[in-house]
């Protein structure tokens, strides 16, 4: 039976073969810290790598240690030393608001459409908030990069885990949202090239249109008519978009990278977007697990604080810090043995880091544990006795 390749090997090949790196992971567990880490790895070894987040908490200005990021690709200057080709990293927000105009720009027939979905107050108010609009213009901004040929790679950094979801999912209900047929049986029969009707066909209709009046008011209604009917002429090519963004995640050079914590919730949400990426036959990489607690067993071993000459106080303290690190360590290394036998995936073993990650340096010194540094190797040997 051959023998399957190390985690940090598959990753490693990931980031000199990937077109497209999807980043995931619940909310606290270095998901952007590694997006980072990973793409500024790849471009150290020669590649032209764009990080684009659509985390609405902005923390991957943060990491690459900048006070904001823009909706436009922003040069990031390699650290000295770090630099082992010509390659280059560049890191962007998700703009959602102008993504989804330039969107309405490219499937509108003509000016006078364009400006009456623009300036719709519906379409202003709630563009950048209607069920699924994040995600879908998550992907339309990422078949936008990958189809760049001045990208390498593109390194996405999701939301947390369940909002990963929907990225997947949200698109489809934006597009049910959307489909002018579904809300054509109400708006129809009172608006009509967004005026409204004055005679009502129905009682049924007449009352209908007595309630939307009183609790969203006819001017309201008009909006949203105005909106639906506009979208019409553009249903078909948002829908096109949605198909081929989600055969690009298809593709093999696309992968999945799913970031947890060495806790078992954080990795059953782990395990669960796992069996979700296989349902829908999405490429999968592997799993980062990060801030792994090493068993000090091995180098310190208990009661032998009082072979040295130390305080009462401080020898029962130091013993008590020993066993709780210890039953920490034990309970992490069971999390991970269950990851391993349910996913039939080994993880690549981060280990805890003194300091947060805020700059460049701390992303180098993050990449360096990821990819084998010592303290990532003590982590591993850790977890796998």
Not at 115 to 138: C, W
Not at 140 to 164: F, I, N
Not at 237 to 251: D, M, N, P, S, T
Not at 288 to 302: A, F, I, K, S, Y
């Amino acid at each position: 039976m051959p023998r399957r390749p190390r985690p940090e090997a598959v990753l490693e090949k990931g980031l000199r073969e990937l077109k497209t790196l999807v980043v995931c992971g619940s909310g606290g567990v270095g998901k952007t810290t590694t997006a980072a880490a990973l793409a500024l790895r790849a471009a150290a070894e020669g590649r032209r790598v764009l990080v684009c987040t659509i985390d609405p908490s902005r923390r991957l200005a943060t990491s690459l240690g900048l006070a904001q990021l823009s909706g436009r690709p922003r040069e990031i200057d390699m650290p000295r030393g770090a630099e082992r080709g010509p390659g280059k990293l560049f890191a962007m927000v998700l703009d959602v608001k102008s993504t989804f105009d330039a969107l309405v720009a490219r499937y509108t027939p003509d000016e006078a459409s364009r400006r009456r979905i623009l300036d719709n107050r519906f379409y202003r108010h709630v563009s950048a908030a209607l069920a699924g609009s994040h995600e879908y213009m998550a992907m339309e901004k990422l078949l936008e990069l990958t189809g760049d040929e001045q990208w390498d790679l593109v390194v996405l950094d999701t939301p947390p885990t369940r909002h990963a979801l929907d990225f997947l999912e949200a698109p489809d209900r934006l597009m049910g949202f959307l489909d002018t047929s579904v809300l054509r049986w109400f708006l129809r029969p009172y608006f009509v090239a967004g005026r409204l009707t004055l005679k009502v066909a129905t009682r049924t209709g007449a009352v209908a249109l007595r309630i939307a009046d009183r609790f969203l008011g006819l001017e309201f209604l008009q909006d949203l008519s105005e909106f639906f009917l506009a979208f019409e002429s553009m249903y078909d090519g948002f829908k096109e978009r949605a198909a081929r963004v989600h055969a690009l995640l298809r593709e093999t050079s696309s992968g999945f990278l799913l970031v947890a914590a060495p806790q078992a919730p954080a990795l059953e949400e782990a395990l669960f977007f796992h069996r979700r990426l296989s349902e829908k036959g999405m490429p999968f990489l592997g799993f980062v697990v990060n801030r792994v607690h090493p068993d000090p067993g091995p180098t310190v071993r208990e009661g032998s604080t009082r072979r040295v000459r130390l305080p009462a106080d401080l020898a029962r303290r130091l013993e008590e810090t020993f066993h709780e690190q210890r039953v920490l360590a034990r309970a992490e290394r069971r999390a991970l043995a269950r990851l391993e036998v349910d996913a039939r995936e080994r993880p690549v073993l981060v280990p805890e880091l003194e300091q947060d990650v805020h700059d460049l340096r701390g992303l180098v010194a993050f990449g360096d544990a990821v990819f084998g540094g010592a303290p990532a190797r003590a982590a591993r040997q850790g977890a796998a006795r």
